[in-house]
């Protein structure tokens, strides 16, 4: 894939982000640019899933109808499949950080996440 300026960030991020207000979270993706944020469609699913009530929901569905979203395909399938084989034994990967962290393997992305322990191990990836 070409190398572009967009930055995957995980579910936690957007949490801090959104609903946390963190100032360290927001002062970092200024740095990094809040136009350059992307996530992966787990991501999203993740966001709406956590969603407290009706208009939380509806708050986060606007964000997330103005995001760039990077839905699942077959590349990211079929690499998240080989990252599930490697690593669920031996670092508990799990099935949706797999995901995730394929998207960002696929798309060679940096990656920013609060929850480094769930991914530093995976080969290839960049973690912000």
Do not use: W
Not at 9 to 33: A, Q
Not at 61 to 79: C, M
């Amino acid at each position: 894939m070409e190398e572009t300026d967009l930055i995957l960030c995980d579910t936690d991020i957007l949490i801090e982000f959104l609903d946390r207000k963190n100032e360290v979270v927001k002062k970092k993706l200024e740095k990094l640019g809040v136009f350059n944020v992307c996530f992966s469609s787990v991501t999203a699913s993740e966001l709406i899933f956590g969603a407290a009530d009706r208009k939380h929901h509806l708050r986060l569905s606007t964000f997330i109808s103005s995001s760039i979203i990077i839905p699942i395909d077959k590349e990211i399938s079929d690499l998240h499949f080989e990252l599930v084989k490697k690593y669920s034994l031996s670092h508990r990967l799990k099935v949706q950080d797999a995901l995730i962290a394929a998207t960002a393997l696929t798309f060679e992305l940096p990656f920013y996440s609060n929850n480094k322990k769930d991914f530093r191990f995976i080969e290839g990836i960049k973690l912000i």
